[in-house]
């Protein structure tokens, strides 16, 4: 029996590392977020700097072990074999739910998730234990578990994220109003104080965070507490000079060492809060394996009550742990993945957004913006005006190619981020308040971003979706978290051995389906035939991008139809639903394309603004034809979904012919915006839509016959109809294409 117990052991710090890996990728984003965002600092700076963060973090995380042994619940009332089953369930589940927030692109709270595992597998055994007992009710659970501590979170969870999102947003209000969008100026005059007093926030927090969680601080202890006002004016004092300093003698901004200094806090804060997250739980079935060894007794009656003791953290194992991190910090692409979505939502201009807007949303802006406007009718119109004017933003005009190498939010936010982040944490921990990092940070990101007018009346919806999606997501969390571990304790519990075996295999095949799928999506998006926004500022170049758009978009229209028929006549669900995402897919990209006219224009010489129509002509007969080919994928798919009659041998014969004639009209067409031969659009190509168009029409009269003698399904007939004309007006849409260009070409020629 003792070996089933090692091998449990050895399972959960395999478990423990794979938890690092998905840990680390989901909350990089809380310390990464606002140097990145900025490009305040080159990137391989900041990993750096938030590398040397996570491993003084991760060294001085030993206090926070606790959490995991005895924080959320009563150790002494489980047996060794109980509290085994309970950590077990906790690492499966803690591993898979971060994954899959991982490859959502979500930020997620690691604390919420563990905490919440441990209370849901804690209740579901302290069930179990109750069922088996003649004398327990279901009124002793609250003997088994520590509602004090689990009530302290769940409040901490709520109150930080309403106040990381007030504070931030009244700190970056009051920052932008006193510096502007236009520091260079009031920078020279007032950085030493804003630096003075951003440093002395966050390297005190970076003093209490680190500090307090090493066995070094009993040293300090009598000479620190008791004084922390005075070592605060002390260390203002120390930083205002320093920051003025390094303004007047260097000739440096301020800023960059501020979001330096502020990533390796945060960075260390991570680390040294949430480690316990990931290797807390192994650390304790470790300890509490020794201890069973050491007993003698069997391990279903060996009580646990000696998790209550306090046990040192082996130095190693922290120094390990730190390790795993920095190189998943590195080389996670999904890391990266879940940093875009915050400063995607956070960021300061228009762009493609990630989320789409909901009821909620809109009544959240349409009620703001209310506000706002009888604000502006209390207020002065001279006060309106001046703070207009101070939210006013720099115009920088760069070419299309380079513009993804703007910040996506100025310094000045980015070191309110980092100061308002540090200080809050900094107040909790020295209240022993539970809080979640990550909670924290992206709150005041967004608060920040809301303050500074980030969400204009064109992105506010998509934003504030974005928010709600995320928040939701937090509470989700907690939720699934409590469920899940709940659930696989059970099993475990009834299955044994064996249903641990059959856990872990799942975990692992869940684990690499999910990588795998992220890497097909970060590949898709990457794709050749991916449609891309106009740069070109010439007739020249409009014609050139415009023409790889078109051969792109062809291409996959007409695989899609091709799926689409075969689906049909196949009856094929499957295929067809990868045939309606496809296209799904082809006019989001259309879309984005529509959406990006407004700078195209605006970025046109003035010699060439007929470039503009054209662009606006083709990008909307690309729509056309995406819209075409859309309603044949989808109202098939509706066919076959809702178990109609399938079609006949013979509309599926003249469906086949009239398709593989399109696919060789969409091949040629394609043929010719690859080799942007314009000339051979005439007569060739126009003799062969008149031939697929007559057969179209042929097939659509067919139908009107066996419509009048032999057809007997209604639901057929409309479908029938439906594609035949819907391939008409795609037809018709290619050949406007070519006529655009084969008109444009010749303008040019003259």
Same mark, same amino acid.
């Given at each position: 029996?003792?070996?089933?117990?090692?091998?449990?052991?050895?399972?959960?710090?395999?478990?423990?590392?794979?938890?690092?890996?998905?840990?680390?990728?989901?909350?990089?984003?809380?310390?990464?977020?606002?140097?990145?965002?900025?490009?305040?600092?080159?990137?391989?700076?900041?990993?750096?700097?938030?590398?040397?963060?996570?491993?003084?973090?991760?060294?001085?995380?030993?206090?926070?072990?606790?959490?995991?042994?005895?924080?959320?619940?009563?150790?002494?009332?489980?047996?060794?074999?109980?509290?085994?089953?309970?950590?077990?369930?906790?690492?499966?589940?803690?591993?898979?739910?971060?994954?899959?927030?991982?490859?959502?692109?979500?930020?997620?709270?690691?604390?919420?998730?563990?905490?919440?595992?441990?209370?849901?597998?804690?209740?579901?055994?302290?069930?179990?234990?109750?069922?088996?007992?003649?004398? @327990?009710?279901?009124?002793?659970?609250?003997?088994?578990?520590?509602?004090?501590?689990?009530?302290?979170?769940?409040?901490?969870?709520?109150?930080?994220?309403?106040?990381?999102?007030?504070?931030?947003?009244?700190?970056?209000?009051?920052?932008?109003?006193?510096?502007?969008?236009?520091?260079?100026?009031?920078?020279?005059?007032?950085?030493?104080?804003?630096?003075?007093?951003?440093?002395?926030?966050?390297?005190?927090?970076?003093?209490?965070?680190?500090?307090?969680?090493?066995?070094?601080?009993? +040293?300090?202890?009598?000479?620190?507490?008791?004084?922390?006002?005075?070592?605060?004016?002390?260390?203002?004092?120390?930083?205002?000079?320093?920051?003025?300093?390094?303004?007047?003698?260097?000739?440096?901004?301020?800023?960059?060492?501020?979001?330096?200094?502020?990533?390796?806090?945060?960075?260390?804060?991570?680390?040294?809060?949430?480690?316990?997250?990931?290797?807390?739980?192994?650390?304790?079935?470790?300890?509490?394996?020794?201890?069973?060894?050491?007993?003698?007794?069997?391990?279903?009656?060996?009580?646990?009550?000696?998790?209550?003791?306090?046990?040192?953290?082996?130095?190693?194992?922290?120094?390990?742990?730190?390790?795993?991190?920095?190189?998943?910090?590195?080389?996670?692409? $999904?890391?990266?993945?879940?940093?875009?979505?915050?400063?995607?939502?956070?960021?300061?201009?228009?762009?493609?957004?990630?989320?789409?807007?909901?009821?909620?949303?809109?009544?959240?802006?349409?009620?703001?913006?209310?506000?706002?406007?009888?604000?502006?009718?209390?207020?002065?119109?001279?006060?309106?005006? $001046?703070?207009?004017?101070?939210?006013?933003?720099?115009?920088?005009?760069?070419?299309?190619?380079?513009?993804?190498?703007?910040?996506?939010?100025?310094?000045?936010?980015?070191?309110?981020?980092?100061?308002?982040?540090?200080?809050?944490?900094?107040?909790?921990?020295?209240?022993?308040?539970?809080?979640?990092?990550?909670?924290?940070?992206?709150?005041?990101?967004?608060?920040?971003?809301?303050?500074?007018?980030?969400?204009?009346?064109?992105?506010?919806?998509?934003?504030?979706?974005?928010?709600?999606?995320?928040?939701?997501?937090?509470?989700?969390?907690?939720?699934?978290?409590?469920?899940?571990?709940?659930?696989?304790?059970?099993?475990?519990?009834?299955?044994?051995?064996?249903?641990?075996?059959?856990?872990?295999?799942?975990?692992?095949?869940?684990?690499?389906?999910?990588?795998?799928?992220?890497?097909?999506?970060?590949?898709?998006?990457?794709?050749?035939?991916?449609?891309?926004?106009?740069?070109?500022?010439?007739?020249?170049?409009?014609?050139?991008?415009?023409?790889?758009?078109?051969?792109?978009?062809?291409?996959?229209?007409?695989?899609?139809?091709?799926?689409?028929?075969?689906?049909?006549?196949?009856?094929?669900?499957?295929?067809?639903?990868?045939?309606?995402?496809?296209?799904?897919?082809?006019?989001?990209?259309?879309?984005?394309? @529509?959406?990006?006219?407004?700078?195209?224009?605006?970025?046109?010489?003035?010699?060439?603004?007929?470039?503009?129509?054209?662009?606006?002509?083709?990008?909307?007969?690309?729509?056309?034809?995406?819209?075409?080919?859309?309603?044949?994928?989808?109202?098939?798919?509706?066919?076959?979904?809702?178990?109609?009659?399938?079609? $006949? $041998?013979?509309?599926?014969?003249?469906?086949? +012919?009239?398709?593989?004639?399109?696919?060789?009209?969409?091949?040629?067409?394609?043929?010719?915006?690859?080799?942007?031969?314009?000339?051979?659009?005439?007569?060739?190509?126009?003799?062969?839509?008149?031939?697929?168009?007559?057969?179209?029409?042929?097939?659509?009269?067919? @139908?009107?016959?066996?419509?009048?003698?032999?057809?007997?399904?209604?639901?057929?007939?409309?479908?029938?109809?439906?594609?035949?004309?819907?391939?008409?007006?795609?037809?018709?849409?290619?050949?406007?294409?070519?006529?655009?260009?084969?008109?444009?070409?010749?303008?040019?020629?003259?």
């Amino acid at each position: 029996m003792e070996n089933i117990y090692l091998i449990m052991i050895v399972a959960l710090v395999v478990l423990a590392v794979a938890d690092l890996v998905v840990g680390v990728s989901n909350d990089a984003v809380n310390f990464l977020n606002s140097a990145i965002g900025s490009k305040a600092i080159p990137f391989k700076t900041i990993m750096i700097v938030a590398s040397l963060g996570i491993f003084c973090g991760a060294v001085f995380s030993s206090g926070m072990m606790e959490v995991a042994r005895k924080g959320i619940f009563v150790p002494g009332e489980f047996m060794f074999n109980e509290i085994m089953i309970i950590f077990m369930a906790v690492m499966i589940t803690d591993i898979l739910l971060l994954d899959f927030f991982n490859t959502l692109g979500m930020p997620t709270s690691t604390t919420v998730s563990i905490v919440f595992e441990l209370l849901g597998a804690a209740v579901a055994m302290a069930f179990i234990k109750i069922g088996a007992s003649d004398t @327990q009710t279901v009124s002793d659970i609250l003997t088994y578990i520590n509602t004090e501590k689990a009530m302290q979170i769940i409040s901490g969870i709520l109150l930080s994220v309403l106040i990381a999102f007030s504070v931030g947003a009244l700190v970056q209000y009051v920052s932008r109003l006193i510096f502007s969008f236009h520091y260079d100026k009031k920078i020279k005059y007032i950085g030493a104080l804003f630096g003075g007093g951003a440093l002395t926030a966050i390297t005190y927090f970076i003093f209490m965070k680190g500090l307090k969680g090493t066995p070094y601080y009993k +040293e300090v202890k009598e000479m620190l507490e008791g004084n922390e006002i005075m070592i605060i004016l002390i260390s203002f004092l120390a930083w205002t000079v320093l920051s003025q300093l390094y303004m007047s003698v260097l000739k440096k901004n301020i800023f960059v060492p501020i979001i330096a200094v502020g990533t390796f806090g945060l960075a260390l804060a991570f680390a040294g809060n949430d480690l316990v997250n990931f290797i807390g739980v192994p650390m304790a079935a470790w300890h509490s394996y020794e201890a069973w060894t050491a007993s003698g007794v069997d391990a279903t009656a060996f009580s646990m009550g000696v998790l209550d003791k306090k046990v040192p953290t082996e130095p190693l194992l922290l120094f390990i742990a730190g390790g795993v991190m920095v190189l998943t910090l590195w080389f996670s692409k $999904k890391a990266r993945t879940v940093a875009d979505t915050e400063i995607g939502l956070s960021r300061q201009g228009d762009g493609a957004e990630k989320f789409q807007p909901n009821m909620l949303s809109r009544a959240m802006v349409r009620f703001t913006m209310s506000v706002s406007k009888y604000t502006n009718t209390v207020l002065p119109s001279s006060m309106v005006q $001046k703070i207009d004017k101070q939210f006013q933003k720099p115009v920088v005009t760069v070419s299309k190619s380079k513009s993804h190498e703007l910040p996506a939010f100025d310094q000045v936010r980015a070191s309110v981020n980092l100061m308002v982040a540090g200080i809050l944490i900094s107040i909790a921990t020295s209240m022993k308040l539970p809080l979640s990092t990550t909670y924290v940070t992206f709150m005041v990101a967004m608060g920040t971003s809301l303050a500074d007018r980030a969400w204009g009346s064109e992105s506010a919806v998509y934003r504030v979706a974005g928010v709600l999606n995320v928040i939701g997501g937090w509470f989700g969390t907690a939720i699934i978290a409590f469920i899940a571990a709940g659930i696989l304790a059970l099993l475990i519990k009834l299955g044994g051995s064996a249903a641990i075996a059959v856990l872990l295999l799942l975990a692992i095949l869940l684990l690499v389906r999910n990588y795998i799928s992220h890497n097909k999506k970060s590949k898709e998006l990457k794709a050749e035939d991916r449609l891309s926004k106009a740069e070109g500022n010439s007739i020249q170049g409009v014609i050139e991008e415009s023409a790889d758009n078109i051969s792109k978009a062809l291409r996959r229209v007409s695989k899609i139809n091709e799926m689409t028929i075969n689906g049909l006549i196949n009856q094929d669900l499957a295929l067809l639903k990868k045939a309606k995402n496809n296209v799904n897919k082809l006019e989001t990209e259309i879309e984005d394309l @529509q959406s990006e006219i407004f700078y195209f224009i605006k970025d046109l010489d003035d010699s060439y603004l007929g470039a503009s129509k054209f662009y606006i002509d083709i990008t909307g007969s690309l729509q056309d034809i995406a819209q075409s080919s859309s309603l044949i994928a989808k109202i098939s798919h509706k066919h076959v979904n809702n178990n109609h009659k399938a079609l $006949k $041998k013979k509309q599926g014969a003249e469906l086949l +012919e009239i398709n593989n004639k399109l696919v060789n009209l969409l091949k040629e067409i394609g043929h010719i915006f690859d080799s942007r031969n314009f000339d051979k659009i005439v007569p060739e190509i126009v003799d062969e839509k008149i031939s697929l168009l007559n057969n179209v029409e042929e097939s659509i009269q067919l @139908q009107v016959e066996r419509t009048r003698t032999d057809e007997s399904s209604p639901k057929n007939t409309t479908l029938y109809f439906s594609i035949l004309l819907e391939t008409k007006d795609l037809i018709k849409s290619n050949i406007e294409i070519l006529n655009l260009y084969y008109e444009k070409n010749e303008q040019l020629k003259k």
